[in-house]
């Protein structure tokens, strides 16, 4: 948690928020740079698994190609979500024109997951806007009120395997398929270019490669990116010491520091994930690339007042269900029947 941080001044931003804003400039040089050695690397993958399958080599040597273009894809969602917030490239046009063919790689419509995800960014945090792109939550006293059919239902939903085995096909699969609340004609026009797009793609995979060959390579490729890529929202906002408040009480900035991961990852991992474990700088300012936010972390000494979760403590988050609003903390299931007795 940052509970150390200076949050605001009577201006109603805190000291160093402006010392963070040079790093919102987007540079073309590291853009192109980063698009190169995560796309070609991930093609030539492609090309690799491929070529195993056909020499009909045992699933046992395709699975690591595939695992590793899993990880390759994470990063690739990365880039696109920083297309999405307009800063990977200095252009917009530039941000959305590689953000749609990004998305079409990564199964997610671009114009609509940039509206949704935005809404995430202005509501994070706040009890009384929950469900706009982020994890299921209850308050203790909303599950202890709630119907034995609706708490096995949350169970169910907030459960790893749950989350981690099924979330991705669920997520990716079936609900980017479709438009998202409160979609305008522009987000549901990037849904049906997406899909067409999809579609486009399995026809042309019948007629060349084989769809059982395609559906083999992207589809297990696909699905360890999205079990890692589901770990990493959940973390990033589902940890102890997380911050949520009720709308009236509810701090922008504490939201964004506390109420967003430090996910500190070893340097090999740091890179597949682009940079995301630095979610508190992120969700403080959006536009900041992410090849600049180590730099960022670095050179603003603020940002270190955060306590970093590591890969050892975020499986704690595991066991962190609902929100205890009277202890102001996230709770396990056994933790809340302790309180209701």
């Known amino acids: 948690m940052a509970a150390q941080v200076e949050t605001a001044k009577p201006g109603g931003r805190p000291g160093w ?16 740079w980063q698009l190169a050695n995560t796309l070609l690397p991930y093609l030539a993958l492609w090309g690799l698994a491929y070529w ?39 252009s917009q046009r530039a ?24 809404r995430h960014h202005a509501t994070a945090g706040d009890l009384d806007r929950r ?18 059919w609706e708490r096995l239902t949350y169970g169910f939903v907030r459960f790893p395997l749950t ?8 997520s990716f699969l079936i609900m980017h398929r479709f438009p998202s609340k409160g979609a305008r004609k522009r987000e549901r026009r990037s849904v049906l270019f997406t899909n067409l797009a999809l579609v486009g793609i399995l026809v042309v995979a019948h007629f060349t490669i084989g769809l059982p060959t395609y559906l ?4 297990v490729s696909f699905w360890v990116a999205g079990v890692l890529g589901i770990w990493l929202f959940y973390v990033q906002h589902q940890f102890e010491g997380v911050y949520w408040a009720r709308h009236d009480a ?7 520091l506390e109420g967003a991961s430090f996910y500190k990852l070893p340097k090999i991992l740091q890179w597949f994930s682009g940079n995301i474990g630095f979610h508190h700088i992120h969700h403080v300012r959006a536009r900041i690339p992410n090849y600049h936010l180590a730099r960022c972390y670095r050179e603003v000494p603020a940002f270190h007042e955060v306590t970093p979760v590591t890969l050892r403590s975020s499986l704690k988050s595991l066991s962190l269900n609902l929100w205890d609003e009277e202890g102001q903390r996230l709770v396990s299931f056994r933790t809340a029947r302790a309180l209701a007795r």
């Open 95 to 118: 941000n959305e024109i590689v953000g749609s063919i990004l998305g079409v790689m990564v199964f997610t419509a671009y114009a609509d997951w940039r509206h949704s995800h935005n």
């Open 250 to 256: 509810w701090v922008p900035f504490r939201a964004a």
């Open 131 to 148: 469900g706009e792109g982020d994890v299921w939550t209850m308050t203790v006293k909303e599950y202890q009120a709630a119907s034995r």
């Open 163 to 170: 989350m981690l085995v099924f979330g991705p096909l669920v």
């Open 216 to 219: 083999l390579i992207k589809g």
């Open 17 to 32: 928020y402006a010392a963070s804003k040079r790093f919102e400039e987007s540079d073309w040089g590291k853009a192109i």
């Open 52 to 90: 195993t399958v056909r020499q009909d080599m045992s699933f046992w040597v395709t699975l690591p190609i595939l695992i590793l273009m899993g990880l390759f894809l994470v990063r690739l969602f990365i880039l696109f979500h920083d297309c999405g917030h307009g800063s990977f490239f200095p």
